[in-house]
Structure formats: structure tokens, C-alpha cells
């Protein structure tokens, strides 16, 4: 069973900065593209971005320039770097793995983003 830990959200004005980070409890970055995640109230849980085993990057329209994701395999750790941040970011954010299928690693508790104007 995987365990994904997020860490790193908290409390920012706009404009602010925020590193996310997703710790796994065993390698699943060579068999996986990786993906961030966010839900913000009421709403389903959208695609922020993701990496692939070869470390191609993707994101969502509203976060791309802004938003940058990265991994480090060493220690089953998978980032999101959030610059320019705005009051629509404000999400719970989690990580996992980018599935077509809808078959996920169970999902951690995810970390709160709150972005104040």
C-alpha cells in the first residue's frame, strides 16, 4: 500500500509563494507520470500538473507560467513550486498518480492552500 504524504500549504497574500511537497513511501516515480491535484470547495478535483517518468512537465491553462512541478526520485518526493499566486488557488491540494483509468494510490490528506487578496 503507497502512502502519499502533502506538506507545505498554508496562509499567503496574493502574489505570494508556496512550495507543496508529496513524500511517497516507496518508489512509484518510475512506473508513474505523477500529478498535482487541487479541490477547492464545492468543486470536483481538477489537474494542476504533472511529470512524467522522463520528467516531462504538463499544466493546467490557469496555473501554466505561474506553477512549476518537479521530482526527486531519491527520496520519493514529487514538488510543486506556486509563484504569483492568486485568490483562485486556494484549494486543498494533493498529489497521486495521473490515471486514465481512474485507479489511484489512495489519496493522502492533502495539504490547505489559502491565498488572501
Known amino acids: 500500500q503507497v502512502q502519499l504524504v502533502e506538506s507545505g500549504g498554508g496562509l499567503v497574500q496574493a502574489g505570494g509563494s508556496l512550495r507543496l511537497s508529496c513524500a511517497a513511501s516507496?518508489?512509484?516515480?518510475?512506473?508513474?507520470?505523477m500529478a498535482w491535484y487541487r479541490q477547492a470547495p464545492g468543486k470536483q478535483r481538477d489537474l494542476v500538473a504533472s511529470?512524467?517518468?522522463?520528467?516531462?512537465?504538463n499544466y493546467a491553462d490557469s496555473v501554466k507560467g505561474r506553477f512549476t512541478i518537479s521530482r526527486t526520485s531519491a527520496n520519493y518526493t514529487v514538488y510543486l513550486q506556486m509563484n504569483s499566486l492568486k485568490p483562485e488557488d486556494t484549494a486543498v491540494y494533493y498529489c497521486?498518480?495521473?490515471?486514465?483509468?481512474?485507479?489511484?494510490?489512495?489519496w493522502g490528506q492533502g495539504t490547505q492552500v489559502t491565498v488572501s487578496s
Open positions: 516507496r518508489n512509484i516515480f518510475s512506473i508513474n507520470t
Open positions: 511529470i512524467t517518468t522522463g520528467g516531462n512537465t
Open positions: 497521486n498518480r495521473q490515471s486514465v483509468t481512474g485507479t489511484y494510490y489512495v
